[in-house]
């Protein structure tokens, strides 16, 4: 699958129309796509990111959840620290 739209460093639009926000620790990863990047999308349980976006040409993934769910920074803090 490939990217439709990728405007903000935080999220990003597939060309299948779901959007995904791509959890802060890992928006390094996403500097190397391309629009012609193909990225997969698999279900994992990493509490509070529900999927994540492989990119198997480059050997790397970041973890995503889907755009309409909010984040609060307090949840994020409790998370990063448990």
């Given at each position: 699958m490939h990217i439709k739209?990728?405007?903000k460093a935080y999220s990003v639009v597939m060309e299948d129309g779901s959007e995904w926000k791509i959890w802060p620790a890992d928006l390094q990863a996403t500097l190397q796509w391309e629009p012609s990047s193909d990225l997969e999308i698999q279900e994992i349980d990493d509490s509070?990111?529900?999927h994540a976006i492989v990119d198997r040409a480059h050997g790397t993934w970041v973890r995503v959840f889907e755009a309409e769910e909010d984040w609060v920074p307090e949840q994020m803090d409790a998370w990063l620290l448990s």
């Open positions: 739209t990728h405007d509070p990111c529900t």
